[in-house]
Each structure stands twice: as structure tokens, then as C-alpha cells.
């Protein structure tokens, strides 16, 4: 089991930043793509960032590149999202997800929620506008 604790959400203004952080306990965090979703209300969760094992490789959704950052952190089973540029249309709950490298078509990412093993309880953003 992997357990997944989100932090840093909040309420920041349009054109705000904040940086969301996921710690990760119970197995070994090097076996893991991390991955970060969001899902806005009456919407479907969606796809926001996923990083390699080593964090040398990030991906992106379309509309967060470019103002979102992804980086993990293996010594302390930390990873991170940094948001700039804050928009409304960002707001929702973000969610943390690991998943088993070995498990997933692509050994580097994934996009897809149910390729994810493990996901934290989520953390609200909210950008007023």
C-alpha cells in the first residue's frame, strides 16, 4: 500500500500561484509515476501532470503547460506541483496519484486515471476571479 497526503491548496486570485505538495509513505517512491489530476464540479477528472521515476521526464495537459511545473523529490517521497498564472477555469480538487511503473503501458507517464494504483484524498483550489 502507498498512502498519498496532498497539502497547499487554498483560495488565490486569478493570475495567483500556489504549489501543491503530495507525500508519499508505505513503499518504495522511486517504483511510482506520479501523476496530479483535477476535477471541477460536475465535471469529470481530468488529467494535469505526470513525472517519470527519476524526474527527468514531465508531461503536461495542453492548457497547463507552460504555467504549471511538476517535480518530485525521491529522498523525501515529495512530489510537487507548482501553479503560476492562475485562472478561474482552474479551480477544483487536486488529486495525487502513484502508479506501479511496471503496471502502465508507458513506463514514463500516463494519462489515464485507472492506470493510477493509489490516490490521495485531494486538496481544494479555488481562484476567484
Known amino acids: 500500500q502507498v498512502q498519498l497526503v496532498e497539502s497547499g491548496g487554498g483560495l488565490v486570485q486569478a493570475g495567483g500561484s500556489l504549489r501543491l505538495s503530495c507525500a508519499a509513505s508505505g513503499r518504495t517512491f522511486s517504483n511510482y509515476v506520479m501523476g496530479w489530476f483535477r476535477q471541477a464540479p460536475g465535471k469529470e477528472r481530468e488529467f494535469v501532470s505526470a513525472i517519470n521515476w527519476s524526474g527527468v521526464r514531465t508531461y503536461y495537459a495542453a492548457s497547463m503547460k507552460g504555467r504549471f511545473t511538476i517535480s518530485r523529490d525521491n529522498a523525501k517521497n515529495t512530489v510537487y506541483l507548482q501553479m503560476n498564472s492562475l485562472k478561474a477555469e482552474d479551480t477544483g480538487v487536486y488529486y495525487c496519484?502513484?502508479?506501479?511503473?511496471?503496471?502502465?503501458?508507458?513506463?514514463?507517464?500516463?494519462?489515464?486515471?485507472?492506470?493510477?494504483?493509489?490516490w490521495g484524498q485531494g486538496t481544494q483550489v479555488t481562484v476567484s476571479s
Open positions: 496519484a502513484a502508479a506501479l511503473i511496471s503496471s502502465i503501458r508507458d513506463s514514463s507517464w500516463s494519462s489515464v486515471p485507472s492506470e493510477y494504483d493509489y
